[in-house]
C-alpha cells in the first residue's frame, strides 16, 4: 500500500476559482510534510511545510495557504486561483527527529489554471 | 544566482555508457538528497548524503561540504535511467528547507 496519497491526481480549473489539494500519509507517525510547487520544465519550490498538527509555515508566498488538521493530512488551497498557479503540485514526507531527513514524494497534482 | 548548480543541463546517452552529473553549491550545505523524476512526474529518492559516499547498484553519488558540490555517477547507464535528476541541498542541519537544483534531463538511447 502506498505511504502517500495526493488528490486528485488532475485539475483543470478556472482564473479566479477556488482550489484544494489534499494529501495524506499512512503508516507514519507524526511525519514531516511540504508542500512543493514545479513549473512545467522547471525545479521544485518549496511552498509549506508543517512539522506537527495545527502547525504549518510559508516559505515563499504564492497566495496559497496550507493547513494540518491532522496528523496524517496536509491541505493546500487558494479562495481565488492566478494563471501563475498552474504547475505540477507535489506533497512530500520525512521522519521528524530522524538522524535522516529523507523526503519521499506523492505522484502529485497537475493543476492548469485557464 | 543559483544556490544550486547544476550541470549539464540535458545529457544524451547510448546504452551501456557511464555519465557524471554534479551540483554546486553556493550555500553552505550540510546534506545532499538526488531525486529522478520519471515522464509521469513522480520523484524516486535516490540518495541522502552526508559528507561522504554511497553506491547503490550501478549509481554512485559523493559529497564534499568543503569543497560545495555532489556527484552522482551512472554506470552502465540503462533506457529506464531515462528521466530528470535533481539534487538539493539542505541549507543547515535540522533545517525543513530544501534547495533544489534546476535538474538534468538524462536521455538513455538504445
Known amino acids: 500500500a502506498q505511504t502517500i496519497h495526493q488528490w486528485p491526481v488532475a485539475e483543470i480549473k478556472a482564473v479566479g476559482s477556488p482550489l484544494s489539494l489534499g494529501c495524506t500519509i499512512k503508516?507514519?507517525?507524526?511525519?514531516?510534510l511540504y508542500w512543493y510547487w514545479q513549473a512545467t520544465g522547471g525545479t521544485l519550490q518549496q511552498l509549506f511545510y508543517s512539522i506537527t498538527v495545527g502547525q504549518v509555515e510559508s516559505v515563499v508566498q504564492l497566495n496559497l495557504s496550507a493547513s494540518r488538521p491532522k496528523d496524517d493530512q496536509f491541505i493546500l488551497s487558494t479562495e481565488k486561483l492566478l494563471l501563475s498557479h498552474s504547475g505540477f503540485y507535489l506533497c512530500a514526507w520525512s521522519l521528524l527527529g530522524g538522524l535522516e531527513n529523507t523526503l519521499y514524494f506523492g505522484a502529485g497534482t497537475r493543476l492548469s489554471v485557464l | 544566482g543559483d544556490k544550486v548548480k547544476q550541470s549539464p543541463s540535458a545529457l544524451s546517452l547510448q546504452e551501456g555508457t557511464n555519465s557524471a552529473l554534479r551540483c554546486n553549491f553556493s550555500?553552505?550545505?550540510?546534506?545532499v538528497q538526488w531525486f529522478l523524476q520519471n515522464p509521469r512526474g513522480s520523484l524516486i529518492n535516490l540518495f541522502y548524503?552526508?559528507?561522504g559516499t554511497k553506491e547503490n547498484g550501478r549509481l554512485k553519488s559523493a559529497f564534499d561540504s568543503k569543497e560545495s558540490y555532489s556527484t552522482l555517477h551512472i554506470r552502465d547507464a540503462q533506457l529506464e535511467d531515462s528521466g530528470t535528476y535533481f539534487c538539493a541541498a539542505e541549507a543547515s542541519s535540522g533545517s525543513w528547507q530544501l534547495i533544489f537544483g534546476s535538474g538534468t534531463q538524462l536521455t538513455v538511447m538504445p
Open positions: 503508516g507514519k507517525s507524526s511525519p514531516n
Open positions: 550555500i553552505a550545505a550540510t546534506t
Open positions: 548524503l552526508v559528507p
